[in-house]
């Protein structure tokens, strides 16, 4: 069968096309660069398509749709970036792909660790040789108590992981998991804002969680909490978590992800003006740790995006179940 592939990375994933496409005698299409409506022509003569992060709106659905294309599987567990209604609409099979949660349950704890033990304004006080105490002294996560908000199999990972710590583990999620209970108690949004002293997000960004903390929410919780997202950047109303910040509510943030971060991220961007206020506000705290949208970005992660994007594409064609469908 054959794919075309836009976004084509040779420096990390060009090995992986190449093992996975000889090995299930796949063709591939190839543009290293994000598909536009003025390249969506490359596609024409392949009904499968795989991509990354880009914006996927209707006007290039459509024109897709126009030059064939039965179906988009993009090489991210998040599909946000694809307009699914009108995919839908017009016929166009989506897809996700899921790859080890390892990668982004170590991420998670790092950043955990790194914001209650006050580590970006360690590393900065290092580099200019302020070897002083005031100001850096840390807390202890065995004394967390910790809430987890998703538990898919990037969540499960994170409380498995935040079982050795001996934290106390809140979980909350539509569909129960019952392997979850055996180290964390599931319970209601409205506990786990009360009771929790961290809060970590790991679930899709849905049209019935956008924002899901909001001014309402940050107003619920423990003073001086802490939050990590290594999910979503809109599950979070960035504008409330400055105020959070500055308020002292919230103590400290780790952050993989942000609002609006579409085009931004995977690009060298150092001599351009970002029209991003808020990312720069968030960066300018010393508390808060913003990263660009790397916990998945390991060896293995890479391997498994590859592979599944291409199994996923090859399951449709073949009439197979295709356990990454989302439309």
Same mark, same amino acid.
């Given at each position: 069968?054959?794919?075309?592939?836009?976004?084509?990375?040779?420096?990390?994933?060009?090995?992986?096309?190449?093992?996975?496409?000889?090995?299930?005698?796949?063709? #591939?299409?190839?543009?290293?660069?994000?598909?536009?409506?003025?390249?969506?022509?490359?596609?024409?003569?392949?009904?499968?398509?795989?991509?990354? $992060? $880009?914006?996927?709106?209707?006007? #290039?659905? !459509?024109?897709?749709?126009?030059? &064939?294309?039965?179906?988009?599987?993009?090489?991210?567990? &998040?599909?946000?970036?694809?307009?699914?209604?009108?995919?839908?609409? =017009? &016929?166009?099979? @989506?897809?996700?792909?899921?790859?080890?949660?390892?990668?982004?349950?170590?991420?998670?704890?790092?950043?955990?660790?790194?914001?209650?033990?006050?580590?970006?304004?360690?590393?900065?006080?290092?580099?200019?040789?302020?070897?002083?105490?005031?100001?850096?002294?840390?807390?202890?996560? +065995?004394?967390?108590? @910790?809430? @987890? =908000?998703?538990?898919?199999?990037?969540?499960?990972?994170?409380?498995?992981? #935040?079982?050795?710590?001996?934290?106390?583990?809140?979980?909350?999620?539509?569909?129960?998991?019952?392997?979850?209970?055996?180290?964390?108690?599931?319970?209601?949004?409205?506990?786990?804002?009360?009771?929790?002293? =961290?809060?970590?997000?790991?679930?899709?960004?849905?049209?019935?969680?956008?924002?899901?903390?909001?001014?309402?929410?940050?107003?619920?919780?423990?003073?001086?909490?802490?939050?990590?997202?290594?999910?979503?950047?809109?599950?979070?109303? $960035?504008?409330? =978590?400055?105020?959070?910040?500055?308020?002292?509510?919230?103590?400290?943030?780790?952050?993989?992800?942000?609002?609006?971060?579409?085009?931004?991220?995977?690009?060298?961007?150092?001599?351009?003006?970002?029209?991003?206020?808020?990312?720069?506000?968030?960066?300018?705290?010393?508390?808060?740790?913003?990263? +660009?949208?790397?916990?998945?970005?390991?060896?293995?992660?890479?391997?498994?995006?590859?592979?599944?994007?291409?199994?996923?594409?090859?399951?449709?064609? !073949? &009439?197979?179940?295709? #356990?990454?469908? @989302?439309?």
């Amino acid at each position: 069968m054959k794919i075309f592939v836009y976004n084509y990375r040779e420096f990390d994933e060009a090995e992986y096309f190449q093992k996975f496409s000889q090995e299930y005698g796949v063709e #591939l299409g190839i543009s290293k660069d994000a598909p536009t409506l003025e390249n969506a022509h490359l596609a024409r003569g392949y009904e499968y398509v795989s991509i990354i $992060t $880009t914006r996927i709106d209707r006007a #290039l659905l !459509e024109k897709f749709c126009e030059y &064939g294309v039965k179906m988009l599987s993009t090489r991210t567990v &998040g599909y946000d970036h694809i307009d699914t209604r009108a995919a839908k609409e =017009l &016929g166009i099979h @989506v897809s996700n792909v899921s790859y080890s949660p390892e990668c982004v349950a170590d991420y998670t704890v790092m950043l955990m660790l790194m914001s209650i033990r006050k580590m970006k304004r360690i590393m900065q006080r290092e580099e200019i040789n302020d070897f002083s105490l005031p100001g850096i002294q840390g807390r202890e996560l +065995p004394n967390f108590t @910790v809430g @987890v =908000l998703g538990t898919g199999r990037i969540g499960r990972a994170v409380i498995r992981d #935040l079982s050795g710590f001996g934290c106390k583990i809140y979980a909350c999620d539509k569909h129960e998991n019952e392997d979850v209970k055996a180290q964390a108690q599931y319970t209601d949004l409205e506990t786990i804002y009360r009771e929790c002293d =961290l809060i970590t997000l790991h679930m899709p960004l849905l049209e019935d969680n956008f924002h899901l903390i909001d001014r309402d929410a940050i107003a619920k919780m423990k003073d001086g909490v802490v939050i990590v997202n290594t999910a979503r950047g809109g599950l979070i109303d $960035t504008k409330a =978590l400055i105020e959070g910040i500055e308020s002292g509510r919230i103590s400290a943030a780790g952050l993989d992800v942000i609002e609006d971060e579409f085009g931004m991220y995977y690009h060298d961007r150092k001599s351009d003006v970002l029209s991003k206020r808020d990312l720069y506000i968030l960066r300018g705290f010393p508390n808060v740790i913003v990263t +660009p949208h790397m916990a998945f970005y390991t060896d293995q992660a890479v391997s498994d995006m590859v592979k599944n994007s291409l199994l996923s594409c090859m399951y449709h064609a !073949e &009439g197979k179940e295709d #356990l990454w469908a @989302v439309v």
